[in-house]
C-alpha cells in the first residue's frame, strides 16, 4: 500500500555521503565501459594507437555513459544505487534537456578542452612575456617587472584548474551540495525518493572540509612566502647570469644542475620542440645535442646486450623494441617517449601500478 504524503511534502535533499557513493559507482562503471572501449580500440588499430588516444578515449566513455543515462533523462547507475534523483534546484523539477546538456559539456568536454588548450596557451603567454622583458619596458625592480617575472615562473599554477577544483570540493564539504563543478554551474542537487527518517539521517563531511581548508590556507601561505623570499631571476638566451634561462619559444630552462624536476619537465612536453632555431637554442643552452632519432634502439642487439631475451627488449606499451630504454622507481623498462606520455595521464606503473612521478623516470645508458 502506497504511503500517503501530505500536501505540500518535498522530498529532503540527498546527503553528502550518498552522493560521493553515487560519484564513485558511476566511476566504477565508466571504468568498466572505458576499459571494453580500449579493447575494441585495441583489436582494431593496434595497442600504439590505443595508448597515444588514451585521453580521447576516456572522454567518449564518460560521454557515452552520460547520454545513456542523464542526456536521455534516466538516473545513472549509481544514483539508483543511491536511491536519489537530480532535480532543478530553483524549481525542484527533473532537469530540463537544456540543464543536462550543460552540465554534461561543462564537466566532460571543457576539461577535456582546457587540456588540449592549456599547454600551448602557456607557451604563447611566456614567450610574449619574455619578449617584454627582453625589450626592457619595465626597469629590474619595478612592480612591473617584478609582476612578470611572477607570471613567468608561476604561470602554470596560475592557469591550472586544479585551485578551482579543490575549493569547489571544500565548499561541497561544508554545504553538501553541488559535488561537481558543472552541477553548482547549472544549478542541479540531488534529492532521496523516499523519506529519511531520523534515525537515518547522514553525517556530513565538514571534518573533511576544514582539514582541506587548512591545506589551501598552508600552500597559498608557502607560496607567498616563497614568492617574497626567492624573486625569480630571468636571464636572456646565452647568458651566463641568473639561475634560469627562457629560450626563444618561452620555455624556461633553469640552469640549477640539481633543478632536475623542471628540467625533465621541459624534456616531457607532449608537443616538443618542432623547430631547428629551438633546438638548437636548447642545445646550446643545456649543452645537450637534441637528436630526431632515438639515440638508444633496441632493435640492434649489440645495444645494452646485457637485457637478455627478445620480450625483453621490448616496451609493453607500443610493443615493439624499446627506443632510448627508461627506468621506473619499481624497475620496469619501457620506450622514454611511451613511459612519458602514459604517466602525465596516470601516474603510476603500467604493469605494476605503483605510483611514478614523470622526474622519477631515470634514461639507461651503456
Known amino acids: 500500500m502506497t504511503e500517503a504524503r501530505p500536501s505540500g ?16 559507482k558511476d566511476a566504477y562503471f ?38 545513456l543515462t542523464t542526456l536521455v533523462g534516466n538516473r545513472t547507475l549509481g544514483e539508483e544505487y543511491c536511491d536519489i534523483i537530480q532535480i532543478e534546484d530553483d524549481t525542484r523539477r527533473l532537469p530540463a534537456l537544456v540543464r543536462r546538456s550543460g552540465y554534461i559539456a561543462s564537466t566532460v568536454l571543457l576539461p577535456y578542452w582546457l587540456q588540449r588548450v592549456l599547454p600551448t596557451l602557456r607557451k604563447r603567454v611566456r614567450g610574449k612575456l619574455e619578449v617584454t622583458m627582453r625589450k626592457g619596458t ?12 611572477y607570471l613567468l615562473a608561476n604561470l602554470d599554477t596560475i592557469t591550472s584548474p586544479s585551485p578551482a577544483y579543490a575549493v569547489g570540493l571544500a565548499v561541497f564539504y561544508f554545504s553538501g551540495a553541488y559535488y561537481h563543478l558543472g552541477k553548482r ?10 523519506t529519511v527518517e531520523p534515525s537515518q539521517q547522514r553525517v556530513g563531511y565538514e571534518v573533511l572540509g576544514v582539514l582541506l581548508v587548512l591545506q589551501l590556507s598552508v600552500q597559498a601561505y608557502l607560496h607567498i612566502h616563497n614568492t617574497y623570499r626567492n624573486e625569480p631571476v630571468i636571464a636572456n638566451v646565452g647568458s651566463a647570469a641568473g639561475t634560469s ?9 633553469s640552469l640549477d644542475p640539481n633543478a632536475y624536476s623542471s628540467n625533465n619537465a621541459l624534456l616531457f612536453e607532449s608537443d616538443g620542440l618542432t623547430t631547428e632555431v629551438d633546438k638548437s637554442a636548447l642545445q646550446k643552452t643545456t649543452h645537450t645535442p637534441v637528436l630526431d632519432y632515438p639515440r638508444y634502439s633496441l632493435e640492434d642487439k649489440d645495444t645494452m646486450a646485457w637485457i637478455v631475451g627478445r620480450q625483453q627488449r621490448k616496451c609493453t606499451l607500443c610493443l615493439d623494441a624499446m627506443k632510448d630504454p627508461s627506468v621506473t622507481t619499481c624497475g620496469h623498462c619501457f620506450c622514454w617517449n611511451c613511459i612519458g606520455d602514459w604517466v602525465r595521464e596516470k601516474p603510476e606503473c603500467p604493469l605494476c601500478r605503483q605510483s611514478v612521478l614523470v622526474q622519477h623516470i631515470i634514461p639507461l645508458r651503456g
Open 185 to 194: 554551474l547549472w544549478g542541479l542537487r540531488y534529492i532521496f525518493t523516499r
Open 245 to 253: 634561462v627562457v629560450l626563444g619559444h618561452g620555455v624556461e630552462v
Open 9 to 24: 511534502y518535498r522530498y529532503p535533499f540527498a546527503a553528502a555521503p550518498d552522493i560521493i557513493r553515487s560519484n564513485q
Open 30 to 67: 565508466q571504468g568498466v565501459l572505458l576499459e571494453q572501449l580500449n579493447d575494441i580500440i585495441r583489436n582494431l588499430k593496434g595497442a600504439r594507437f590505443a595508448h597515444n588516444y588514451t585521453s580521447e578515449a576516456r572522454t567518449v566513455a564518460e560521454l557515452l555513459y552520460l547520454s
Open 138 to 149: 619595465a626597469k629590474p625592480g619595478s612592480v612591473m617587472y617584478k609582476l612578470q617575472s
